[in-house]
């Protein structure tokens, strides 16, 4: 079955930073929409960034600037550079892919999700 497994969460002081990565397993998504979206306590899923199988990316604007996604298809991989920290980054990022080319915003249109992975920064 398909799996998409997040590695790279942690604590780290406000300015720092982290690099988050989904491997995936079970099929190939060379050919589709991957992305990355995140959910602090008390509030919902959210878009942060997002690629599609071209490479062409949105992110979303309070990350702008700081972050960054990027994929391997080669390892069935996609990243998120993740600079210039601050407190109110802190939430469970989950990586997510479609089944589809074209990338989207909202979370009810991606198929597959990992299990996510804790992010903390501490100001």
């Known amino acids: 079955q398909v799996q998409l497994v997040e590695s790279g969460g942690g604590l780290v002081q406000a300015g720092g930073s982290l690099r988050l990565s989904c491997a995936a397993s079970?099929?190939?998504?060379?050919?589709?929409?991957m992305g990355w979206f995140r959910q602090a306590p008390g509030k919902g899923r959210e878009f942060v960034a997002v690629?599609?199988?071209?490479?062409?990316?949105l992110h979303t604007d309070s990350v702008k600037g700081r972050f960054t996604v990027s994929r391997d298809n080669a390892k069935n991989t996609i990243y998120l550079q993740m600079n210039s920290l601050k407190p109110e980054d802190t939430a469970v990022y989950y990586c997510?892919?479609?089944?589809?080319?074209?990338?989207?915003?909202?979370?009810?249109?991606?198929?597959?999700w990992g299990q996510g992975t804790q992010v903390t920064v501490s100001s």
């Open positions: 079970g099929r190939t998504f060379s050919s589709n929409a």
């Open positions: 997510a892919a479609r089944t589809q080319q074209s990338v989207h915003t909202a979370p009810n249109r991606w198929d597959y």
């Open positions: 690629i599609s199988w071209s490479g062409s990316n």
